[in-house]
């Protein structure tokens, strides 16, 4: 026997004698890409790298470089070797000044004033010095002389001369020392380079 049908909504048959409408079929997981996970599970996102780090890092290199840079600069003028004295007007005067000083006068520290600091060495200018006054003690009345120095190359702040330095004796003794000379320009001429010629 039937029942009437009644109002309730919750009273629904056991058995349904019409047919459902059939249900849609339940997603194929295997058919769709796994979502793409950006971070490991349980783990968030790293916090936005900032640049201060950076920031500091080129502070301090800047610091750095000032340090170096100016302690550089204060070393060169402090370390570096200073002329003494103007210096020769001309690059021949400089060569006769500084010959003078060496094979006449025989005075290391008046040579020493003649050169340019980048090649002054008080110890080798005072043993050529040692030198001539050995070769005063051991020859009869020796005499130095050169010839003018001529002027091979020049260029605004360099020239480059070359003479021959003559001693001779009383004893009629003579011997030749050709050199080539190389002068700098500064506050003046001054001797850089005695070489043989």
């Known amino acids: 026997m039937s029942q009437p049908a ?3 909504p919750t009273n629904q048959p056991d058995h349904p004698t019409a047919p459902a409408t059939p249900a849609a079929p339940a997603p194929n997981p295997s058919a769709y890409p796994a979502p793409a996970t950006p971070y490991p599970p349980n783990q ?6 900032r ?10 290199l ?12 204060a070393a060169f003028l402090v370390l570096r070797p200073t002329e003494e004295g103007p ?12 010959l003078t000083a060496v094979y006449k006068d ?19 200018i005072s043993a050529k010095v040692t030198e001539v006054e050995k070769y005063v003690a051991d020859y009869e009345k020796p ?9 091979d190359e020049e260029t605004e702040d360099r020239a480059v001369l070359t003479t021959t330095v ?15 000379l190389t002068v700098i320009k500064t506050t003046g001429w001054r001797v850089c380079e005695v070489a043989g010629g």
């Open 6 to 8: 009644s109002d309730d």
């Open 44 to 49: 968030q996102s790293p916090a936005p790298r």
């Open 51 to 60: 640049r201060r780090g950076f920031l500091i890092a080129s502070i301090a």
């Open 62 to 73: 800047a610091v750095t470089l000032m340090l170096c840079v100016g302690g550089g600069v």
């Open 87 to 98: 210096g020769a007007e001309e690059p021949k005067v400089a060569v006769e000044e500084f």
């Open 106 to 124: 025989r005075d290391a520290a008046q040579a020493s004033s003649l050169v340019c600091s980048a090649a002054r060495d008080q110890d080798k």
């Open 143 to 151: 005499h130095f002389r050169w010839n003018p120095p001529n002027i």
């Open 166 to 180: 003559i001693m001779s004796t009383a004893d009629e003794q003579a011997a030749e020392l050709p050199l080539r």
